[in-house]
């Protein structure tokens, strides 16, 4: 994991970087539309890439002294029926089964796990991980930034 004495910025910069690109990608999305997430995917990872290696390249020098790679995953909601317009059915709510009221705040998610080792120079390289919240959209974006020293 990135800790500020290996990170190629400071890391609530990162954090803007990557709030910044998700939103210039996601502006006009009102909800996960699968054809569209390349283009999202793209987007996002372009524009972060072209804001770090600008914020890393030395006054003069010809490159950043750091080499990236970026991944963006988009993951979708389960989206509620009233979402797409469809009239939602009626659930019974037993003691073995809650109703959906009482299960408010759990609907519309999926699980997610992802893990990612690498062999480096601790000093010098390393990874760093972001969320994108886009529950208004039902969907949320994983980013992974990894940096190696050159």
């Not at 609530?12 to 569209?36: F, G």
């Not at 959906?100 to 390393?126: C, F, I, L, P, V």
Request: hydrophobic fraction near 35%; charged fraction near 20%.
């Amino acid at each position: 994991m990135a800790t500020p004495t290996n990170s190629p910025l400071p890391l609530k910069r990162l954090e803007q970087i990557a709030t910044d690109a998700c939103n210039s990608a996601l502006s006009s999305a009102e909800y996960y539309d699968h054809p569209k997430t390349a283009q999202w995917n793209e987007t996002i990872i372009q524009r972060m890439l072209s804001n770090i290696i600008s914020e890393t390249t030395p006054e003069g020098a010809k490159g950043p002294e750091y080499k990236f790679a970026i991944n963006s995953t988009i993951v979708q909601h389960v989206v509620p029926n009233s979402q797409l317009n469809k009239s939602p059915a009626p659930a019974p709510s037993t003691p073995e089964q809650p109703s959906a009221e009482s299960k408010k705040g759990q609907a519309g998610r999926r699980g997610m796990h992802s893990a990612t080792a690498g062999y480096w120079n601790e000093k010098t390289d390393g990874m760093w991980s972001f969320k994108f919240d886009g529950e208004s959209k039902g969907m949320d974006v994983v980013i992974m930034l990894t940096w190696f020293h050159i």
